[in-house]
């Protein structure tokens, strides 16, 4: 992906490095560590840190933690060759060279994808715990300033309750034998221990609880449920959802997103978890698919439901709640983006860029 080919990501990266709600002068001549670059959270982290270098004269270096130097040069592209970006690759799940050190750690890195977890839920297991582990360990030994844990709503479980408004202290049900709860059980354990690193080692280690986040910038061969949903519309097909459709989507814009873990890292406090979620965006995946089928394909497309005896697909369970994110916004941090919006600058952005 070449940022120049997608105005939309320009623009909201501009914004984000346009925003007095970062405080961007704590970066100056820092260096900052990012796992997972070639996600896209990691990715457009990257991207909007090299942008503030730009704007601000920040002197930033910026590390790209990656497993695949050639993907990293097709997400990346030209971004890798910048005098301030060093690329570093290697495995997370093995220890990590105390030449790697940061400021700030963003550890964005992790298996993400349902059929993964399915498939191969040890490998997704210890991928979190060895990785986190590992990246703990190395801001443990270089004295970060800041280390932000990008974690997962699903780590909330299941509530009885349809629409239940949950904050960072609330906690629902996850049932530990369901091989799927790998990835929740995973990131709970995780969160743990970043709570264990700052009470005995002093890590400044803060959880980012993320919302399911999409937007501009998504990346080529990305199949969840709103990449699903955007390619439907541009190729004038129905939407085929698998479920129900009763699960309750919480959801995030990029832009926001990426805002909200600088904010997070810079004025967030040291063992405190903190939900990045747009509030007005909670739906139902049912109601979110006839959403895009009316505002978004205006009508040209339909919902079609196909569901399959088993879990072939490896979906997480029902998500019953909706995600506070008060304690985020006290430290400055305000949503932008809503659903529809969000839904026309990804199909905006797929369009420039070809990644259908």
Known sequence: MTENR?????????NIVGSDSVPWDLLQKSTVLVTGATGLIGSLLCRTLLAAN????????ICGFVRSGKKAEAILGGLICREDFTLVQGDITDPVPAGCGADY?????GITASRIMIAKPVETLMTAVEGTRNLLELARACGTRAFVYASSMEVYGSFPVPGQVVTEGDSGYIDPLAVRSNYPV??????????AYHAEYGVPARVARLAQTFGAG?????????AQFARSAIRGEDIVLHTRGLSEGNYCYTADTIRGLLIIALAGKDGEAYNVSNPDTHTTIGAMAEMVCRDIARGAVRVVYDIPEGKDFGYAADTRMKLDSGKLQALGWKPEVGLREAYERMIGSIRETGNF
């Open 105 to 109: 750690i963003f550890h964005c890195a």
């Open 6 to 14: 997608d105005s939309i990501l320009k623009a909201d990266i501009e």
């Open 186 to 195: 995973s990131k709970r354990l995780c969160e743990n221990m970043c709570a």
């Open 218 to 226: 998504i990346l080529p061969g990305e199949n969840r449920v709103f």
């Open 54 to 61: 730009d704007a601000r004269g920040l002197g930033m270096r």
